[in-house]
């Protein structure tokens, strides 16, 4: 890895964070004064069961939703501002990987990489061109795959579609839900180690959320969540 992989600058800044939700039980609070730094290269884990909060972290952090206490900053900006462009937040400076892939099913595997990119209005010779090497790199090289749609491909080809499609317009920060969640155990670890090169071999900043342990191992740092709050694991 180079010297500019391996610094401790941050791409992803939460001090404080807090989110709260009403239900019919009462308020619950999501997120409890969440705080933590990711770095370019580095892989972010937190763990937790359902309803920890940890997906509401998530979401915070991709702008899904909006914090009521804390800051969150993407490259030394604060995305929580009112006058930040979430727009171009979203088709270009993250991607998102889900649990249950969020793919188009009327597209193909290579319309689904291709959309984003035409949202961004990247010219279209370069969509397909672009769309094309990332489902290779992501191990879909075969064009009958690339052109079928999500109902006729595997789990684990729909979640390397959803990489690729993340992956899209080159974002420098990649937000996992459950990435492994509705996969076996072989494919899950291919995933993983596709998650993992992201972050150690492109430099991406890579945060995945998720009940499954074993995503430790490509972990640079990684913090357990219980009831909103955030504690570090190993600490």
């Known amino acids: 890895m180079s010297d500019s992989i391996l610094s401790r600058n941050s791409i992803l800044k939460i001090d404080g964070v807090s989110k709260t939700f009403s239900t019919k039980a009462g308020v619950v609070k999501a997120v409890d004064d969440a705080s933590f730094h990711a770095g370019w290269g580095e892989v972010t884990v937190i763990i ?30 604060d995305i929580c501002q009112s006058d930040f462009d979430l727009a ?29 990119m035409d949202l961004a209005g990247v010219p279209k010779p370069d969509q397909e ?29 729909c979640q390397r579609v959803a990489i690729a499609r993340a ?4 974002p420098d920060l990649i937000l996992a839900d459950e990435p492994t969640g509705n996969l076996d155990t ?9 998650l993992g090169a992201l972050a150690h071999e492109d430099g991406k900043c890579v945060l995945i959320v998720t009940h499954d342990e074993s995503i430790l191992e490509i972990a640079d740092q990684a913090f357990h969540m219980t009831d909103g709050k955030l504690e570090s694991v190993g600490a």
Do not use: C, H
Request: proline fraction near 5%.
């Open 48 to 77: 937790g069961p359902s309803g920890s909060g940890k997906t509401t972290l998530l979401y915070l952090v991709g702008s899904l939703e909006k914090p009521e206490a804390g800051a969150i900053e993407v490259s030394s900006t």
């Open 88 to 116: 171009s937040y979203r088709r270009s400076g993250v991607g998102f990987v889900f649990q249950f892939f969020n793919l188009i099913p009327t597209l193909t595997s290579l319309e689904n990489v291709t959309l984003p």
């Open 129 to 157: 061109r672009r769309a094309t090497d990332l489902l290779a790199r992501m191990g879909i090289d075969d064009q009958r795959v690339q052109r079928s749609k999500p109902t006729k491909l595997s789990g684990g080809q």
């Open 167 to 170: 992956l899209a317009n080159d």
């Open 186 to 194: 072989a494919t899950s670890k291919s995933v993983t180690e596709l």
